[in-house]
């Protein structure tokens, strides 16, 4: 048994700090432990010995005869230490510290709580908090925590699938209270208050390696390890996480574009997917995911069916489709022409079929109908609607969607849109048929879309490599001189030059076939179109005046051949709490304005680069939106994938933003370039080159 999973096998639990006074938060887990049927030992621990309800109490850890696989600290914070060193002379794996007063006061609470951790860990004793309210094993009734949930007159206990880890202790098990309300299994639910030793998302992947986990939740505060998230995802073990702090602004936030659209926070968001774990934004929602969760179908595609009673709920059905990032299933002319035989001429047969009322006098119409959609290979998932249908009625639609359930092994999502009272054993028989139900049909398609995250085949998560790469530029190279860099690394940069001098400018203009593009290359000078930094279409009569006037910006001058017309598009890399994120999105001036863009985290999986691109709602114009030329998709890709390999190994933090890479109808070409570094001290930014 690993120190961790002792939060669920514990075979013997310590209470430090127990005590028999009446609404002492000492007593709670004695009476949570008897009151619920705890099996293993039970282990008070009090100055004063003696017994404590009943039970032999002893005056230190060391004092308890045989092993203790758990302690769970409940004394005031400044005698937490003392009780960690007592952990580690009895040989203690894991010590739950319920008490205060530590790095949520401020720099003294740190400072104490880091010296906790410190001890903790050179006696050998992981650490669950401080700060937290503890952990619960619904299978193994573990209950080493003083949550008031475990003192209500009635609260279900019986064994679950589904894991449950919070940050947040009272949010964590206040949740838990409305899984339970729900119908839902909790099998486990932890709370890991300040992270200080071990972590929520290290509770997630131990819970991941336990066999009869269905799925495993998550409210996380602070920004995930990105090695654990992998090993997680690899698990195979579907999970959903609520993660607090959307609105805070992300990181550096924004000299460049790449900076102002690679939030951490949006990092986080790519980094998910690709992971294929589900990020929710509230508890209603991470409980609908779980729902999903606790039942063994999967989908083996996005594709949707929906069948109705109501017209109505049928179309919202189909509008929330796509918005949940899936397919309205095109069914089979052989799917159609079937249910034609079954629907009411007065219904519909194309997808959402609606069976309309008629199902109320004749219950085989679901029967019929889902057997059709159950067949159809385009189908993946079907979302039954039904509204205010009462006991008798729900019962027969039940059987109905059972049956097809286990015939096709395809999920049914089950949206009912009505009141409880009208069918008060509705929710027990949708379980009992391990069938997920929601209110409305946009809470449905939601949950079905986390279940298609979760399923959809991926790449085997990848973690950078240890080769030894190509070096990051200087902290001081200049746009000529990241050009080079790019073109040595296969990627297309115009044919260019700086110039010395107005008579070297009109003999640039003439080397380059023509009018061409002068810019000015000042290190610091970020935007510089906005700065009258650029001139385009320079012939060799002006060339004299546009060195004047860029050189006078206060640097030196850039001449470059003129590229085609295309599309233009951002691709950025920058270094980010989780890793190097690259970024491809529409380009130009209209970056941040229309803010269309995908994000993966290196190194890239085989087809990451044409899934990026297939991401973007501006890939229309790439695809030759309103009779225009069709840009050369597979050279952007190349583009993207070059990025990453160039900057795979570039150490400390940096953002590579290249505004705008030109798409042409064969090749694509990077128009500009900008590089920024952070150096050794942090309250001095170098930024160098320059961007349009």
């Not at 409210?219 to 090993?231: A, Q």
């Not at 698990?235 to 990181?251: D, F, M």
């Not at 199902?359 to 385009?378: H, M, Q, R």
């Not at 027990?428 to 139900?437: E, F, G, I, S, W």
């Amino acid at each position: 048994m690993s120190a961790i999973s002792a939060l669920w096998n514990a075979e013997s639990i310590a209470v430090v700090g127990a005590t028999e006074r009446p609404g002492a938060l000492g007593r709670k887990p004695l009476d949570f432990l008897l009151r619920h049927g705890y099996k293993g030992r039970i282990l008070p621990v009090n100055p004063k010995g003696g017994e404590i309800l009943g039970v032999p109490a002893y005056t230190s850890l060391r004092e308890i005869p045989g092993p203790v696989d758990l302690a769970l600290i409940m004394v005031s914070a400044e005698r937490v230490a003392a009780a960690v060193d007592d952990c580690a002379a009895a040989g203690v794996p894991l010590a739950i510290v319920a008490s205060s007063g530590f790095a949520e006061t401020g720099a003294e609470g740190a400072a104490l709580q880091a010296d906790l951790v410190a001890r903790a860990r050179a006696g050998g004793v992981r650490l669950i908090g401080p700060n937290c309210i503890g952990a619960v094993s619904f299978n193994n009734r573990v209950l080493a925590t003083f949550s008031p949930l475990f003192g209500a007159e009635s609260v279900p206990f019986e064994p679950g699938t589904l894991g449950f880890v919070s940050q947040s202790g009272a949010l964590g098990f206040g949740a838990a209270s409305l899984a339970l309300q729900r119908g839902l299994r909790p099998g486990w639910v932890v709370s890991t208050g300040n992270d200080a030793d071990v972590t929520a998302l290290e509770v997630l992947r131990e819970l991941a390696a336990e066999p009869d986990v269905s799925g495993l939740l998550g409210y996380l505060e602070d920004v995930p390890d990105i090695d654990t998230l992998r090993v997680l995802s690899a698990s195979g073990k579907p999970v959903a996480l609520l993660k607090s702090g959307r609105t805070e602004a992300g990181g550096r936030a924004a000299a460049s574009h790449t900076g102002a659209l690679a939030t951490d926070d949006r990092v986080l968001d790519a980094a998910l997917r690709q992971l294929g774990i589900v990020r929710v934004d509230d508890i209603d929602e991470l409980l609908d995911v779980a729902q999903a969760f606790e039942f063994p179908l999967r989908p083996a595609g996005p594709r949707v069916a929906v069948v109705t009673t109501s017209g109505g709920s049928g179309i919202l059905a189909a509008d929330a489709v796509e918005g949940a990032g899936l397919e309205l299933s095109d069914l089979a002319p052989e799917s159609i022409a079937a249910l034609s035989e079954i629907v009411p001429p007065f219904g519909s047969v194309e997808n959402p079929v609606d069976i309309t009322a008629t199902v109320l006098s004749d219950p085989t119409l679901f029967d019929k109908s889902l057997d059709v959609l159950i067949a159809d290979e385009s189908v993946d998932i079907i979302i039954a609607c039904f509204c205010v249908m009462a006991g008798p009625d729900v019962e027969k639609a039940v059987t109905a969607l059972s049956k097809a359930a286990r015939k096709g092994g395809k999920p049914i999502l089950v949206a009912r849109t009505g009141a409880d009272f009208l069918a008060p054993d509705a929710p027990a028989m949708l379980r009992d048929a391990q069938l997920p139900d929601y209110p409305t049909p946009a809470r449905a398609l939601r949950a079905a879309s986390a279940l298609w995250q979760v399923s959809r085949p991926r790449t085997a998560p990848a973690a950078p490599g240890d080769g030894p790469g190509t070096p990051a530029p200087a902290a001081a190279a200049t746009e000529p001189e990241l050009k080079r860099l790019l073109a040595d690394a296969g990627i297309t940069v115009p044919r260019g030059r700086t110039v010395t001098d107005a008579e070297d400018a009109v003999r640039a203009v003439r080397e380059l076939g023509g009018p061409a593009v002068a810019k000015a290359v000042v290190p610091g000078l970020l935007h510089k179109s906005e700065a009258g930094g650029v001139l385009v279409g320079v012939t060799e009569a002006e060339a004299p005046g546009a060195y004047a006037k860029l050189a006078a910006l206060g640097g030196a001058v850039l001449f470059e051949e003129l590229a085609p017309e295309g599309v233009e598009v951002l691709v950025g890399a920058r270094s980010t709490a989780l890793g190097t994120v690259l970024t491809v999105g529409l380009g130009g001036v209209f970056t941040e304005l229309l803010d269309d863009v995908s994000h993966r985290l290196l190194p890239l999986a085989p087809g990451d680069a044409e899934s990026m691109i297939g991401e973007l709602r501006g890939a229309a114009l790439l695809r030759g939106a309103r009779g225009r030329a069709a840009a050369d998709e597979a050279a952007l890709a190349r583009v993207l994938e070059g990025v990453a390999g160039l900057v795979a190994s570039w150490p400390g933090e940096f953002e590579l933003d290249l505004n705008p890479v030109r798409v042409l109808p064969e090749g694509a070409i990077v128009l500009d370039a900008a590089y920024t570094t952070t150096p050794a001290d942090p309250a001095a930014p170098v930024r160098t080159a320059t961007e349009a």
